[in-house]
């Protein structure tokens, strides 16, 4: 099926220390949205974006919707042991001028590991 | 308000049955989607309905299916089941307000096949 790509597949850094991931598609998206996913749980949205060039911050996640809107990026700063999980893009595909459609395409995930 | 919820949450089942799993959306939210979520796969999107209607498919084989209701809990069900459905099946409820649009997950019925 299709998938955004996402960069990196894995971190693994010291508590404290920035995070940066990224998203990109050939199709362009009309909402970003970021999602964290702990084990056996589903995922839990983070930031949701709605317009090309738009920045948004929720504590210590900043997110940014990219000008082509095919791309997104999600930065943590200062990582906490809770920050541990597998985070997930997803573009909401803009079909025939209408946004309406609830199918979300997903990015494959960045599993991030923090060091205390 | 509570948030999305699916039963079961753990399911074992054996080729060639079927299963149905149910979602109950966040109160107010219209619409559903389903997904299947797989360590190869990702997680790749079944279908949505709104107002009882299939507004969305995606690219699975018949023998998966869904409804809603008129309440906007759904049902999903698997028919013939095969050792590959193995997998966590997520449902979302969205609720979409001027340009704002945000989906929200369930904890997922995991679903294993023998």
């Known amino acids: 099926g299709q998938q955004l790509n996402q960069s990196p597949q894995s971190m693994f850094i010291q508590e404290g220390e920035d995070v940066s991931m990224n998203c990109t598609s050939s199709?362009?998206?009309?909402?970003w949205l970021w999602y964290k996913q702990d084990p056996g749980e589903g995922p839990v949205l983070l930031i949701a974006l709605y317009k090309a060039g738009e920045l948004t911050s929720n504590g210590r996640l900043t997110a940014q919707f990219g000008i082509t809107r095919k791309d997104s990026f999600l930065n943590i700063s200062a990582s906490i042991p809770s920050d541990v999980g597998i985070y997930f893009c997803a573009g909401q595909l803009f079909q025939d001028g209408s946004s309406n459609t609830g199918k979300l395409i997903f990015g494959q995930g960045t599993t991030l590991q923090v060091k205390p | 308000k509570a948030g999305v919820t699916q039963t079961p949450r753990y399911l074992i089942k054996t080729r060639g049955q079927q299963v149905t799993l149910s979602c109950s959306p966040i109160?107010?939210?219209?619409?559903v989607s389903w997904y299947q979520q797989t360590p190869g796969q990702g997680l790749q999107f079944l279908f949505e309905y709104f107002s009882e209607t299939q507004r969305n498919k995606g690219n699975f084989p018949g023998r998966f299916s869904g409804r809603q209701f008129s309440n906007s809990r759904s049902e999903m069900n698997v028919s013939t089941l095969e050792l590959g459905d193995s997998a966590l099946y997520l449902c979302a409820s969205s609720l979409r307000t001027g340009v704002s649009y945000e989906q929200y997950f369930g904890p997922g019925t995991r679903l294993t096949v023998t």
């Open positions: 109160s107010g939210h219209r619409s």
């Open positions: 199709s362009i998206f009309n909402t």
